[in-house]
């Protein structure tokens, strides 16, 4: 049986300290909200984000959206207030800025207790480099997801990055590789554009083609882009129908002739899983 499948195709980051765009955001059709305490949020409006942050938690109203926390890093004057106000708040999943050490999720696991998911931001070089044992921690302290940070890697590389992003996509695909082994989501990096609708597009599809989930986004223009590339089209789903219906009754078979061409059970688990996800978007749509 294919394991639950949950839409994961836009996940839109919000500054915490911003009321009105957390209340827009329980009307969204992304499948993510990512309530910011990091990088959007000012120094001095750190603790009352969070209090913002714990009250929207509380609050709820999110529909089957995804909600997550970017708390602030450990090593910084607000991150142990950070996770000790998530604990218990009822999140989804905490995500960790430019984790580098798997020793840091057993100290984010230590202070949130059981409860949300940990989802790790690898954006930094020895975050790419150290992919291997960040993963290989992963069950052990409940880390469901990568997030590429694309902005902070291009920064610390002094990159130049251009609409193709070719200086990036080998830690990119190093990314989408280590969530894979272990069987983490993947999301993409964000992009800056916010009006360039074909840009937005093209990048999407991008991030799709190297296998990622879905894509982190800044602001709610690029949701649909978003979910357009990284839910399965018309097309797909009606392909995964065929391959499925073909091997019906025939599931001892290793491989069969469909639609002019050889498939095997691999193909089959990957048409059970398109379906299964097209099914749960469209459920939640």
């Known amino acids: 049986m294919t394991p639950a ?41 750190k603790n009352a984000a969070r209090a913002a942050a714990t009250a929207a938690v509380r609050e709820g109203g999110f529909g089957a959206r995804e909600l997550v926390v970017r708390v602030n890093a450990l090593d910084t004057p607000w991150g142990a207030e950070d996770l000790a106000a998530l604990a218990g708040a009822g999140v989804d999943a ?71 992003r070719a200086p990036l996509l080998p830690a990119l695909a190093q990314i989408v590789l280590a969530a894979r082994s272990r069987g983490l989501v993947a999301f993409d990096g964000v992009i800056n554009t916010l009006d360039d609708q074909a840009a937005i597009a093209a990048e999407c599809a991008q991030g799709r083609d190297y296998g990622f989930d879905g894509k982190t986004l800044i602001h709610p223009a690029q949701i649909a882009a ?41 193909h089959l688990e990957e048409a059970r899983r398109t379906l299964a996800l097209a099914r749960a978007i469209s459920g939640r749509d």
């Open 94 to 164: 905490v995500l960790l800025p430019k984790l580098e050490d798997p020793a840091t999720l057993a100290d984010v696991r230590a202070a949130l207790g059981d409860g949300p998911a940990l989802w790790a931001m690898i954006e930094t070089c020895e975050g790419v480099l150290r992919l291997p044992a960040i993963v290989a921690a992963a069950a052990a302290h409940g880390l469901t997801a990568l997030v590429a940070g694309t902005n902070d890697l291009a920064r610390e590389l002094r990159c130049r990055v251009g609409a193709d």
């Open 226 to 266: 978003a979910n357009a590339a990284f839910g399965p089209s018309d097309a797909e789903v009606a392909a995964a129908r065929l391959l499925a219906a073909a091997f019906d009754g025939r599931e001892d078979e290793g491989a069969i002739r469909v639609d002019g061409r050889m498939v095997e059970r691999l």
């Open 5 to 45: 499948v949950r839409p994961r195709r836009s996940a839109l980051f919000l500054p915490a300290s911003n009321a009105r765009a957390i209340e827009k955001a329980r009307t969204l059709p992304c499948d993510v909200v990512i309530l910011d305490l990091e990088d959007a949020v000012a120094p001095a409006q």
